[in-house]
């Protein structure tokens, strides 16, 4: 039961990231590695203001925010240097160490002493003590549910159909004179405060910052996005925001099965293979589907 309930706190976790590299990857086509340094920025600027006395909530709120400040400088080294889109995400990934490092002080922040959005008097006091057992993976359901519900209501915007358009078409936003650049640079903001907020949620489930925990984080995000996307495609009434968080739940789920016959210090190989795997099925359903469709037009 435990396994389960690590399982399900870990993918629902790991979904919020999923949110900001569905925006990026499948929105707006762009491979932005500057996600492995804003996941351990929120948990940086977590980390930091806890120790100082901070109210934890608010750090979710302030942790958004530094991922998307950061997320806005990507978007400007791409648009208005005119730099490429990978080495764009390349060049933040790599700044961000040494910001999250300042920020957090020292390469391990323990916060074990404490309290946390998951551990304080006032969770604690919600509820009956039966439920003791599964608060924090309720908090966290309630906060990616919040999560993927304004995602949702925002790209029933406006401007959420300017963002898909840019990934789409990006000479119909030109046509409606809006600037793509513009568009682009909130998009890349909104997804990399989405996984900033993971990250702030993750060093506050874990009690700890370590400067590395973001490695890898753009794997998993995109590993969740590719599974969800693929699994549950011809499901109309399924959202894919709801999509990607379940297939971030479900490659928990298999790294979890998998580390558990392996040593821990195979994890990253497990990762590795398993995003392989993931890639390998992902595009030969989508030749099938090419495929299927050029049968239907011959005939």
Known sequence: ???????????FIYGILALGIYITYKILDFPDLTVDGSFPLGAAISAALITRGMNPYLTLLVSFAGGALAGVCTGLIHVKCKVRDLLS????????????????????????????????EWIQGIGPEAIAPYRTLLLIIVLTVISKVLLDLYLQTKSGYLLRAVGDNDKLV??????QGNVKILGLAIANGL????????CQEERVFEISMGTGAMVIG?????????????????KTTTAVIIGSILYKACVAIAIRNFEPQDMKLITAVLFLIVLVIS????????KNAGTERHS
Not at 1 to 11: A, D, F, K, P
């Open 1 to 11: 039961m435990n396994l389960v309930i690590s399982i399900l706190e870990q993918g």
């Open 89 to 120: 995400g390349i060049i933040m990934m790599t700044a961000l160490w040494t910001v999250n490092l300042r920020i957090a002080g020292t390469s391990n922040v323990p916060l074990f002493s404490q309290k946390t959005i998951f551990r304080n």
């Open 174 to 179: 030109t046509s409606l004179a809006k600037d």
């Open 195 to 202: 996984v900033a907020l993971a990250g702030c949620i993750f």
């Open 222 to 238: 995109l590993a969740s996005v590719i599974i969800g996307t693929s699994m549950f495609r011809n499901l109309c009434f399924m």
């Open 283 to 290: 595009m030969e359903r989508k030749k099938k589907v090419k």
